[in-house]
């Protein structure tokens, strides 16, 4: 039935009749839009791009990280699974709700990690196996990615991804943008003064935690 043949239809109700029935409407209208809404959160994974050039995080595969760390890089976004990503659970948090999560990439099942001193490079390897401090990641304003030892998952300008702990904010080199998800809100009411032209504004992000890869 077309809206024509509708307000046809109605014409001959009551305007009590006419109100109960846009109410109906209303409802089964915001009913979708939630269920809309719902399924888009429901998808935990991701894409990550860095605000400055768009590009994707991205890994490789065919790395068993017994001896070797998996690479992690950025690259042009072309739909490849391996630049797919999800935030899961750290397993040093206990009980407690934490907001540190681990990184993990949907095609290999590995999760970031950053080795060194102040400048740590960052790649992927086994979840769970180093220390807290080399694996977990908090996400933060709006969106970027605090580091356990301090610093920020950070674009190092030659195509990879590295972590400075010296404590300074790089700005939109660690910034990043992941579609379909929002951007968390400034902690205790501090603004790093970025825009982010992806993202369009600070709303909350509540990353679907779950529990740690095995």
């Keep these: ?81 391996t630049q797919n990503w999800r935030f899961i659970g750290s397993p040093w948090s206990g009980e407690d709700i934490s907001p540190a999560v681990l990184i993990q990439n949907a095609a290999t099942g590995y999760c ?29 304003f709006g969106l970027q990615f605090a580091f356990k030892e301090g610093g920020y998952l950070t674009d190092d300008g030659r195509g990879g991804l590295m972590v400075n702990t010296n404590g300074e904010n790089p700005g939109p080199p660690a910034t990043w943008f992941m579609p379909g998800k929002e951007d968390p809100v400034p902690q205790d009411g501090e603004s790093t003064g970025l825009s982010d032209p992806l993202s369009g504004g600070f709303t909350p992000l509540s990353p679907a935690i779950i529990p740690p890869a095995s």
Excluded: W
């Design 1 to 81: 039935m077309n809206l024509v043949s509708l307000r046809r239809s109605l014409g001959g109700l009551s305007l009590r009749a006419k109100a109960f029935i846009a109410v109906l409407v209303a409802l089964a209208m915001g009913a979708a839009l939630f269920a809309r809404a719902g399924a888009a959160r429901a998808d935990d994974i991701s894409t990550i791009r860095v605000v400055t050039t768009g590009a994707c995080l991205d890994t490789a595969t065919g790395y068993d990280t017994l001896s070797l760390d998996a690479p992690v890089f950025l690259a042009p976004c072309n739909g490849a699974n």
């Design 112 to 140: 970031l990690v950053a080795h060194g001193g102040g400048i740590r490079q960052v790649s992927s390897t086994n979840c769970g196996d180093f220390p807290e401090f080399d694996q977990e990641f908090t996400p933060v």
